[in-house]
């Protein structure tokens, strides 16, 4: 209920919903530290040597050190996006955990905190595994500053995870996923600096470009991987707008849960 | 005995409560209070609004007016202490199909707090005592109707709750399943527990409930024990005579309820009605019973939805 105290809200409760997540997918480690591996070598393969083998130099670097970055970014934005709309969706739909959580001492925002929580553990595990297969691939020129990455990256997926739960707050069936999918991930995935410098578009597309949170994102991880300088005071900027946007995100969906679950 | 002051204080206590969803107006201005440790029944047709009621009581839904206490206090002010008080059995199954009928116990375990060495030992025995030990280790699709409420009934026991709130706890299973459940429901009536349940069978309210509060439409028709329910709205004897009625068989003066495909008398006297009858008519007869009751207060035509 609206009424009742729901803060502090990151303690042993919303820990409790991330340890049901958690055990769950224990079961699951197998497949998912295959695709996790899997998939950005796939990706290797088809970009590293399609267009690595036309395109030489990006950006004052490698093709291979500026894929790799984009590509964690990648694997934070994926699952951490996934699990927080279709994972979620079908726990709050579907299964009804979400009724049974909330008949017990468990607040909405601890459990919202919970879900997200685990769905940024998602999207930072998938981009660790891009970091040790880019290491490996030759592709990461700074292992401190890909060290260093490893926090950047956890705040990204936390805001993905963030935004992800917006459209599930929203959802009434599955379809609102297909629009999620079509203008929020596939989007980051081309513009955002991922496979291409955004400079390369036209100025529309830049403008859009600049407002995803993971243009952001990989303006800061890449630097940090590839070993070039980094102003601080951009990397500043760019990781305040991507926190901002997820205290914003997370507000929203939690004002549109509410709105749902007790009105 | 518990001690006086502690008994005099209701577990829920609601004055008035109304809920409105729009234009529907789902419960229109309901009082009652629940004495610690009795079993209370709440029965009405689909609809009726016994859900909303117990969504009310849990916090789940927010009132539209009137007042609402939990074990005295109103539920903002006990906040998360007042769900650590108060196990839920919903209707539906939310169980969490991902885990096995242990983990489902252990995890639920954590939401309330309860920490591993305490869930260690509570677990087990909460499976021994909705008889689950067997099956600990199965995913909850294995399990079948039966086992399945069984295992939301530990669920809602994990955190030794003082309230237990069942919204249909048989419904859809077969009788030995029922009869199962009933013995557990009437253990922890012994224990001292407070049970708070809906139904829409009438042996399990007679069979379960020290009160009964018949509601329909959003508003209470009537409440006292099953037998005051039984002397107040139906006389002692029931006639089942099925159609078409006997030749020369004349009701006037008796009471009836026509159920379809047969008529209902009712009578102190049995002979009231036998020597309308011809000798070689046939008829059912019984005592009166809470369905006779409850048909009498809420009619009986098919509910939208029901």
Redesign the interface.
């Known amino acids: 209920m609206t009424a009742h105290t729901d803060f502090p809200a990151v303690n042993r409760y919303s820990h409790a919903v991330w340890r049901r997540n958690a055990l769950v997918w224990r079961r699951l480690i197998g497949p998912s530290l295959c695709t996790n591996v899997l998939d950005p070598l796939i990706f290797l393969f088809a970009f590293g040597y399609g267009l690595g083998a036309v395109v030489d130099q990006v950006g004052g670097m490698s093709y291979l050190s500026f894929v790799i970055p984009g590509m964690m970014c990648y694997g934070a934005m994926f699952a951490a996006s996934f699990e927080s709309t279709v994972s979620v969706y079908a726990r709050f739909s579907l299964q009804r955990t979400w009724d049974a959580i909330l008949a017990t001492p468990v607040t909405l925002t601890e459990l919202m905190l919970g879900e997200m929580s685990w769905a940024a553990t998602k999207g930072l595990f998938s981009a660790c595994c891009v970091i040790v297969v880019g290491s490996l691939w030759g592709g990461v020129a700074s292992p401190l500053g890909a060290l260093l990455a490893i926090p950047v990256l956890a705040l990204g997926a936390i805001c993905f995870a963030c935004c992800g739960l917006v459209a599930t707050a929203h959802a009434k069936t599955w379809d609102i996923f297909a629009y999620f999918f079509t203008f929020w991930v596939t989007p980051m995935f081309m513009f955002s600096g991922t496979f291409f410098e955004v400079g390369r578009f036209p100025l529309v597309v830049r403008i859009i470009a600049w407002a995803l949170p993971m243009t952001h994102l990989i303006a800061v991880v890449r630097p940090l991987t590839a070993g070039v300088a980094l102003d601080p005071w951009a990397a500043a900027g760019h990781l305040a707008y991507v926190a901002a946007l997820a205290v914003t995100a997370f507000a929203i969906a939690r004002y549109r849960f509410g709105a749902r679950l007790y009105g | 005995m518990e001690g006086r002051a502690a008994a005099a204080t209701p577990v829920i206590e609601i004055r008035e409560l109304e809920k409105r969803y729009g234009d529907v107006h789902a419960v229109r201005g309901v009082s009652f209070a629940i004495a610690a440790g009795t079993c209370v029944g709440l029965l009405g047709p689909n609809g009726a609004g016994k859900t909303t009621i117990m969504r009310m009581i849990?916090?789940?839904?927010?009132p539209s007016a009137g007042q609402l206490r939990l074990f005295g206090e109103a539920?903002?002010a006990l906040?998360?202490?007042m769900?650590?008080r108060v196990g839920?059995v919903?209707q539906?199954?939310?169980?969490?199909?991902?885990?096995s009928v242990r983990?489902n116990l252990e995890?639920?375990g954590?939401?309330?707090?309860r920490s591993a060495g305490d869930l260690a030992t509570r677990v087990p025995r909460l499976l021994d005592f909705m008889q689950l030990a067997e099956r600990s280790g199965a995913k909850v699709m294995q399990l079948s109707g039966g086992m399945k409420r069984r295992l939301i009934i530990a669920?809602a026991l994990i955190a030794d709750p003082e309230l237990i709130i069942l919204d249909e706890p048989t419904t859809g299973l077969d009788p030995q399943a029922r009869v199962l459940i009933w013995r557990r429901l009437l253990d922890l009536k012994r224990e001292g527990k407070t049970l708070l349940l809906t139904t829409h069978y009438m042996d399990e309210a007679q069979r379960l409930c020290d009160r009964i509060i018949i509601i329909d439409g959003g508003r209470i028709l009537d409440e006292g024990s099953p037998q005051d329910l039984i002397d107040r709205h139906v006389r002692g004897h029931v006639f089942e005579i099925a159609k078409p009625l006997p030749a020369g068989f004349t009701e006037e003066g008796l009471e009836r309820n026509d159920v379809g495909d047969a008529v209902l008398y009712y009578a102190n006297d049995p002979a009231e009605v036998t020597r309308r009858l011809p000798a070689d008519a046939t008829f059912l007869r019984r005592h009166a019973n809470l369905e006779d009751v409850f048909l009498r207060l809420t009619g009986h035509g098919l509910r939208q939805g029901g």
Do not use: I, S, W
């Open positions: 849990m916090a789940l839904a927010e539920p903002e906040g998360r202490t769900r650590e839920l919903p539906e199954d939310n169980l969490d199909p991902d885990l983990q995890v639920y954590r939401y309330f707090g669920r």
